[in-house]
């Protein structure tokens, strides 16, 4: 993931440009969130995406939400022991090392965020299917249950998550083997691989912010629901009463969405480091890697990863003090350990 890659040269960090940050300001900012922020973060984050993935195995997972955080648990739990790979080979690299086990670290630590990349595409493409879900199950209650089953969840997660990750990877695959097929002259070569680098930037541009509109919007509309409650309790319990459905269902239906609405609105603010450095890079060229501001681009790039590892160390406080269920599971397996 771009924007998570660490730039190893050495003048990148030496003198002053110009920006907010002087080189030493940069170094010491870099050695705290390399050193200390990511390395404890991760543990947490680690920590809290196996605790997700063990608890939603033992849950009921006929239910369609219950799948769908499942999924979103073992991306991120996929994505929290890439991302510390990752952070472990760019210590290295900071130290000085170039490989282990002849191994080339640059190399690995460019797979490893490839494999980020993915899992951030596919927990994306998992959050905008839940907002959507429980959007229209505020929207269409009475036919709710009979539209979106857990299978027809799971067969739009499937989908969704081939495209994010089949097409970014076709266009990196092809930058890759237009680099050095059959000897094209520079021009042609250099056209072909411009093209495969716009091509993957905007699909990669347009399926982020198209997902994070839907999951704003979606976030919105949930939080307009829940404070008008009574209103929504009045067409849920209207809505099943043909299947005698009780207060506590209704309770249940809307306790879903506070967890849901928190999930998201936690998704969200911990996007906003990634959105303000998408829009700087883009519209500000001081703000490139070769820019007077690159000690400040650079140093945000570490922030998106602080952000996405914060997202799933959250997600874990949301479940426990939401889900009665996840919560009463949790609290079972702590008292299995202080027994032993």
Known sequence: MEHLRMNNQTSFITGNLGGILSGTSYRYLRAIIRLGVNPILGVFALCAAITNVSTFAKMDLRQGITQSLLVLSLSDLVFCMVNGVANSV?????LGSDSIAGVSLIFLQQMCMLCVTYCVYISLVVTTTIAVVRCLGVVIPLRF??????RRQLAAIAVFSCLAVVTPAYHQVSIIINGGRFRQSANKLGRARNEKVFYFDTFRSTFFYTCLSTIVVSMVFLFLALKKSS?????ALSSNRKQN???EFVKKEVQIIKMISMVLTIYVVCS???VLLSIMRQTLPEFSLSGRFRFEIDTLRMIVGVGLQLNV????FVYYSTNKRFKKIINANLCKLCRK
């Open 313 to 316: 160390a959250l997600n874990t």
């Open 90 to 94: 760019a210590v290295l690299l900071w």
């Open 231 to 235: 209103e929504f309790q009045a067409v």
């Open 145 to 150: 249950r009979e539209v979106v089953t857990a």
């Open 272 to 274: 906003i480091p990634y």
């Open 245 to 247: 459905t009780t207060r």
